[in-house]
């Protein structure tokens, strides 16, 4: 992954609901952005079920 983590980047291997608040936290900031699928390492990891995850997702 290029991208490091920081205040407005964050690496997740798997969605969480509590990540909403991050979202809404990013959103009254100056923005932000959570990776799904890759771990603390910055290594990709994929996603099982990306179709589910985008229509579970609120949007």
């Known amino acids: ?3 490091k983590e920081n205040q ?3 690496w997740k291997e ?4 509590e990540y ?3 979202i809404c936290g ?3 900031a100056s ?3 959570i990776f799904i699928g890759i771990n603390d390492k910055g290594e990709v990891i994929g996603i099982s079920n990306a179709k ?3 229509e579970k997702i609120p949007g």
Not at 14 to 17: I, L, P, R, V
Request: aromatic share 14%.
């Open 31 to 33: 923005g932000g952005k």
């Open 52 to 54: 589910d995850l985008l």
């Open 1 to 3: 992954m290029s991208e």
């Open 20 to 22: 909403l608040k991050w």
């Open 26 to 28: 990013y959103a009254n």
């Open 14 to 17: 798997s969605w969480q609901d």
């Open 8 to 10: 407005s980047v964050e």
